[in-house]
């Protein structure tokens, strides 16, 4: 059996640490020589700097990066963009859904809950609108997100909060929110498809747009906080058309909705996810209807991210 009497000795250990720091104050002690600058240099011009001066290292710290290229490569701040304005406003930009869903957005805007679409839209629906195989045309719109996509992307690696001591496989295909809006723009195009067949609907009168922004904004003095609040969003398809809406309510149930209650989702502030911003368009934004007139908005539709497992919560990443 090795047998080893004397410990090695370690590479800096506290004793060179204590004869380092002695040494190193008494070299500190001595008086250093000052510098003599040659008359010669003097006479050449050349700029001799202290570094001993406060202002020594100032000339060495970054500049501005957008003063080194020429204008069309610098960089532009947000005070440059043609339509910024110095008017705050609260901004919710769209990227993550509200905390409180539904109740939190009525509280923002003042508004009462929605109401069920009455019974006299599904009423109004003539009975041979669906052919007898639209459930056909259903799967084939499913399936073309689900199955028929030649996407390969990596999927995020996805955790199960039940079993979350399992390891989780990375898989390659489609994007859940892409495969769901494949999903979407196919139903869309077989409902319109089918009301043009049926000789129920006048395409020409329609306009579609896809993944287009669209921003609204209420003024400052129809907001609880007298501070202009702007909603940015960017729905998968938009659809708009050259008629309005018809009236869903009557006048007497529109003066009723001053009786109800406006959703309090206290303890949770209403404008948790508004961040402070500058405006930027002091009206509404949609697509196509700044450029013509003729057309206005009548639908919007989009998609959103759903667990398939547990339904009841958001999909985990």
């Known amino acids: 059996m090795p047998f080893q009497k004397f410990r090695p000795i370690k590479q800096f250990g506290r004793y060179n640490t204590l004869m380092f720091r002695d040494f190193n104050r008494r070299n500190n002690l001595k008086d250093a020589h000052v510098l003599q600058i040659d008359p010669e240099i003097k006479q050449a011009g050349i700029k001799i700097q202290n570094p001993l001066s406060r202002d020594f290292f100032k000339q060495f710290e970054k500049k501005d990066e957008n003063a080194v290229f020429p204008l069309h490569l610098r960089r532009k701040s947000l005070e440059d ?75 995020p690696k ?4 039940i079993l979350f001591w399992t390891y989780q496989v990375n898989h390659y295909g489609t994007p859940v929110l892409k495969r769901n809006n494949i999903i979407l723009e196919n ?79 206290y303890p949770i502030s209403p404008f948790i996810d508004l961040q402070s911003s500058n405006i930027y368009n002091d009206t509404a934004v949609v697509p196509g209807i700044a450029s013509d007139q003729k057309y ?14 547990y339904p009841w919560t958001r999909l985990i990443l």
Request: with cysteine; charged share 25%; proline share 8%.
């Open 81 to 155: 963009h043609p339509l910024y304005k110095t008017q705050n406003c609260l901004l919710f930009d769209g990227t993550e859904s509200l905390t409180d869903g539904v109740d939190q957005a009525c509280n923002l805007i003042n508004s009462c809950e929605p109401s069920p679409i009455p019974t006299s839209v599904y009423s109004s629906i003539p009975n041979n609108f669906l052919p007898k195989n639209f459930e056909d045309h259903v799967i084939d719109s499913i399936m073309a997100g689900e199955k028929y996509d030649p996407s390969m992307d990596k999927l």
């Open 296 to 309: 206005v908005l009548n639908t919007i539709l989009w998609a959103r991210e759903q667990d398939q497992k």
């Open 187 to 265: 139903l869309v195009r077989k409902v319109f498809l089918l009301a043009m067949h049926n000789e129920k609907l006048n395409f020409e009168k329609y306009r579609y747009s896809f993944d287009d922004p669209i921003s609204s904004i209420i003024p400052a003095n129809l907001t609880s906080v007298n501070t202009p609040m702007v909603f940015r969003h960017q729905p998968h398809v938009v659809i708009q058309s050259e008629d309005f809406i018809s009236q869903l309510a009557t006048e007497k149930q529109i003066l009723e909705t001053k009786q109800k209650e406006i959703p309090n989702i």
């Open 158 to 161: 996805k955790f199960d909060p």
